[in-house]
């Protein structure tokens, strides 16, 4: 299945790579810039941008900010979250606070679930 694309939301994503979290540039720049598989960041799914994907393992890795943990975000996150299933997709979700107090656990999380959904001829 072709995952859709919202192309009206392009200037938004170029927008926000060159405007990451201080905790997207750190998990970006350390683990995912150099992972042996392709991994976006900033990717345009349907009509949301998602933090990092990775379509080799159909996973969506998202980093969360305080504004996640109120009501209308925890609202917003489950229907993106839903509609991100519905392709077929995985999310993984962590707070800013995880990448800060527990990096090395995120990255082996995220390291784990994608050598588990991808095909292993895409591992280096």
């Not at 976006?40 to 994907?53: A, L, W």
Request: glycine share 4%.
């Amino acid at each position: 299945m072709a995952i859709p694309k919202d192309n009206s939301k392009l200037e938004k994503a170029k927008s926000l790579r060159r405007e990451m979290t201080e905790q997207e540039r750190r998990l970006w720049y350390t683990f995912l810039r150099t992972y042996p598989v392709k991994i976006y960041k900033q990717r345009i799914i349907g009509g949301y941008i998602v933090d990092f994907y990775c379509a080799s393992a159909k996973l969506v890795i998202e980093l969360d900010g305080s504004q996640h943990y109120e009501d209308k975000g925890m609202d917003y996150d489950r229907k993106r979250t839903e509609y991100l299933n519905s392709l077929g997709l995985e999310v993984l979700r962590f707070s800013n606070a995880d990448v800060n107090e527990r990096f090395k656990s995120v990255c082996e999380m995220i390291d784990n679930r994608i050598k588990e959904r991808s095909p292993l001829s895409q591992l280096r």
